[in-house]
């Protein structure tokens, strides 16, 4: 695959780049992508590097982590009975 670099982060990038937001016709790579959607959104810039560092986790270690995000949010969301099953 063809090696392209981001013109706003300068960082060599493959596979398919996002449209940048502030123009819809620059080509820019996968993470600056997500910096503009996350910005679009209200996510500061720290949290929007942590979001990308789990995105960029290897496999084997997400599986530590969703399970648990899921008992996190379910919590958050009332839904656990007294043993910490989701309901």
Do not use: V, W
């Amino acid at each position: 695959m063809e090696k392209k670099i981001c013109p706003i982060c300068g960082n060599p990038y493959t596979g398919h780049p996002a449209l940048s937001r502030t123009d819809d016709k620059m080509e820019i790579c996968p993470d600056c992508g997500i910096r503009q959607s996350l910005q679009s959104i209200g996510i500061a810039p720290e949290e929007q590097e942590k979001i990308l560092s789990i995105i960029h986790r290897p496999q084997s270690n997400l599986g530590a982590t969703l399970p648990r995000f899921r008992a996190e949010s379910c919590l958050k969301l009332g839904r656990h009975t007294d043993s910490g099953e989701e309901k």
